[in-house]
């Protein structure tokens, strides 16, 4: 369950004592409506959470057995859960393979990225980043979240920079002025990449323009002290 306040802790409890929004609970409910893909999609959930991927994954066979609408948002969860079943990205990049127009794309691209990582493979990672940067760009899907991520990951790894300050340019143009807080974390991101490629100069003058964007927000003062070598 994890931590939750008193408060919250002991709502939480008294739920699952009267058996409401349980798996058997749901259990029960899809007896007397086994077509509600929104009930399967709980109880999927709530497998999830156990970390009983092998029990989500049946259920989202189940339906994608069932056939109708949710059918292609069972295809991905089918993919995504044999994925985290065996620890292996080759279910989803097979789904990405053969699903370049799904809605899930992004969720696909970030759970392969995730198994990568976690399996301490940089090179896979990074090739798995540029990939998907390459799917939204050729779409016209950029996304300046996905393309800050991109960016302060590739600060962390050390690598492809200049390409990663080009995509968080392009993060910070796509961010409205009057966002201040994304703006100047997506700023603090390409301070990061200029300091990374030696350009200390060029990365206080961002850093600067963040601390003035968000004053009472240490972190990037921080910042400014380890571009200075303080």
Not at 50 to 61: C, K, N, P, Q
Not at 108 to 130: C, D, L, M, W
Not at 153 to 170: C, F, H, P, S, Y
Request: with cysteine.
């Amino acid at each position: 369950m994890g931590y939750l306040p008193p408060g919250e802790f002991l709502a939480e409890s008294d739920r699952i004592r009267r058996n409401i929004g349980t798996i058997d609970d749901i259990k029960n409910k899809l007896t007397a409506t086994p077509d509600d893909v929104a009930l399967w999609s709980n109880l999927a959930a709530k497998y999830d959470t156990r970390g009983d991927y092998a029990s989500a994954l049946e259920v989202w066979e189940k339906v994608r057995d069932m056939g109708g609408e949710a059918v292609p948002q069972a295809q991905f969860k089918i993919s995504l859960y044999a994925t985290k079943v065996h620890q292996s990205p080759e279910f989803l990049l097979e789904y990405i393979e053969n699903n370049p127009d799904s809605e899930f794309m992004n969720e696909a691209y970030g759970a392969v990225i995730q198994i990568f990582r976690k399996n301490k493979r940089p090179g896979k990672e990074v090739g798995a980043y540029t990939d998907w940067i390459s799917y939204m760009e050729r779409n016209k899907r950029l996304n300046a979240d996905i393309l800050n991520r991109y960016a302060w990951r590739m600060a962390e790894l050390d690598t492809n920079l200049t390409v990663a300050l080009e995509k968080i340019q392009m993060a910070v143009d796509m961010v409205a002025p009057k966002d201040s807080v994304k703006r100047a974390m997506f700023m603090d991101t390409k301070a990061e990449i200029l300091w990374k490629l030696g350009r200390t100069k060029d990365a206080l003058s961002v850093i600067n323009n963040c601390i003035a964007l968000q004053p009472d927000d240490d972190y990037y003062s921080k910042q400014k002290r380890k571009f200075l070598g303080r």
